[in-house]
Structure formats: C-alpha cells, structure tokens
C-alpha cells in the first residue's frame, strides 16, 4: 500500500508539473508592482507606498496601488508593456528599457532659449503684410480693400490697404489708444504717420514685475526694467535656481538660467535616459 502511494503522489506531482501556469501575451489586461529608477540606482516612480516614502518620493494625494494596462496599447511606454510578455502572475523580473522605448530621444526642437537681456522697440510698423495665402486662411475669403478685420486672439482691428499677392493691413490706433502686448505694465500710443506707431512704457527704470506666461499663470522669475530711451525698452531677466512650470497640456516644462540665457526644456525629465523597471505581475486577465 505504501508503495502504491507512493508511486500516486510521485504521478500527480509529475503532472502538476506539466500543466502550465498562464502566462502574459498581448492583449491581456495585467496589474504590475514596480520600481522605476535610473541607471545610477536614483528611483524616479513607484507604485509602492513604502518604497515611495524611502526615496522622497511620497505624495500624500496619490493612492499607491498596482498599475494596470492593456498589453500593446498606448499610454504605457513601449519597453514596460513588451517586458511583462511571457511573464507569470508572482513572478518579478527587471527590465533595462533604452530611450526609444521608454521617452524617446531628447530633442533639440523642445528646447527653447531666449536672451535674458531683451530689448523692445518702442516704435513699430503701422503697416503688416500677409501672403495672400496666409490672410485667406487667418481671415477668410472675398475680402476687399477697405474692410476691417481683427487680428487673432487681439482686440487690435486693422483696415485693408492693398490686396495682390500680398494682402497689406493698416493698425488701426489712435494717440491714446493702450497696445495689449503682453507687458505687465500699460503700453500707450502717443504718436502715429502713414508709417509706423510709436508707444510710451508707463513703467519707470530700475522697476520689478512678473510677465504673464498665460491666462493662468506667471513667469517663475522677475524681469528689471534696466533703461528706457524713446526708442525702445531694454529688459533683465532675473536668474533663478533651475525650476519647473506645470503645463496645462504637456509635461513640466524644465526652466534654466546661465549667464546669457533662459533655457525652456518640453522635453520629458525622462527623454534620453535608459530606464530600470523591477516589475512584478500581480494580475492576468484577457
């Protein structure tokens, strides 16, 4: 008898072997722990609280939970939804996913630099041109000359001086007139010819402000108004340690100062760099 058990309990651990566990493929709906950090060991994400909180990286706003995602689809970095393939749920596995599957390269056409000394005119052209091309597709068709149209997103109206293979617009101020331009100071007209309109700074030298980046929000940094001539207005921007501004549309946007310029970077903080994913599988289902 006891050899007949023997040989029963040796089958049934035989076959319990040969039956496989299921396994992850694409399509399937899983639930993953991880760690995300960088080549240097630095932890940039998890999904666990306690891991969060040993790398100053806790938010008291998040729920630390297990990620889940469709396998293959979009919204998950190419490299992470690839190196869960195959795996089992309790398994754990680290995945080193290089930058074209992760964020990509950093590119030059995100990153943005701007003089931290600017100086702006104080007399501008009255008159602006527009392929006729262009106006058509700013301003509509069938236009004739004398028409008024506004120009976008400005309460600023201009008048139609000539239509050929160029459209010509005349800005249609008056002496007192205030010129929305984007300074956190009023912007006066106080001269206008056939040619060109001249604006007075209603601000002082040595003067302080912050410019508006959009409706919501303000630049960061001040700006110093260093001199002020009848010709134009010259600005400082004033240094700050390296920062980030939250976009309403895209990732943080990184900010940085050297000694000539503003640096704006749209890049993702991960773009270019290999990532370290310790991933376990928590759940499969399809």
């Known amino acids: 008898m006891k050899k007949f058990l023997i040989i029963v309990l040796t089958a ?3 076959l319990s072997g040969c039956v496989s566990q299921k396994t992850v493929k694409t399509g399937d709906n899983v639930s993953v722990d991880y760690i995300g950090s960088l080549q240097d060991g630095s932890v940039f994400d998890t999904s666990i609280e ?3 909180k040993t790398n100053n990286l806790y938010s008291p706003e998040r729920v630390y939970s297990p990620l889940n995602f469709s396998v293959g689809s979009h919204g998950i970095i190419k490299g992470l939804s690839e190196g869960v393939i195959g795996m089992k749920v309790g398994e754990t596995k680290t995945l080193t996913i290089p930058p074209e ?7 030059p056409s995100m990153i943005y630099v701007y003089p931290r000394i600017q100086v702006a005119p104080s007399i501008f052209p009255r008159i602006i041109e527009f392929p006729i091309s262009e106006f058509e597709r700013t301003f509509g068709v069938e236009h004739k000359i004398g028409d008024i149209v506004n120009l976008p997103n400005t309460p600023i109206n201009a008048t139609i001086q000539n239509i050929t293979n160029n459209v010509s617009l005349s800005l249609n101020f008056k002496i007192g007139d ?4 984007g300074y956190p100071w009023n912007v006066t007209v106080i001269a206008i010819d056939n040619k060109n309109v001249t604006v007075a700074h209603n601000v002082k030298k040595n003067e302080t402000a912050q410019f508006q980046m959009d409706q ?3 630049t960061p940094w ?3 108004v260093i001199e002020i ?7 400082r921007h004033n240094a700050i340690p390296d920062t980030e501004i939250q976009s309403m549309f895209g990732p943080p946007i990184k900010v ?6 503003i640096i704006m970077d749209e890049n993702n903080k991960l773009a270019g760099k290999t990532l370290i994913f310790n991933v376990t599988l928590r759940s499969i289902s399809s």
Request: glycine share 2%; no cysteine; aromatic share 8%.
């Open 12 to 14: 049934i651990l035989l």
């Open 50 to 52: 306690s891991v969060a």
């Open 101 to 107: 599957k992760a964020y990509g390269p950093v590119l």
């Open 178 to 181: 205030k010129v929305p331009v």
């Open 216 to 218: 919501f929000q303000k």
């Open 222 to 224: 001040n700006t110093t």
């Open 229 to 235: 001539t009848s010709m134009n207005i010259t600005l």
């Open 256 to 261: 940085h100062f050297n000694e000539t310029s």
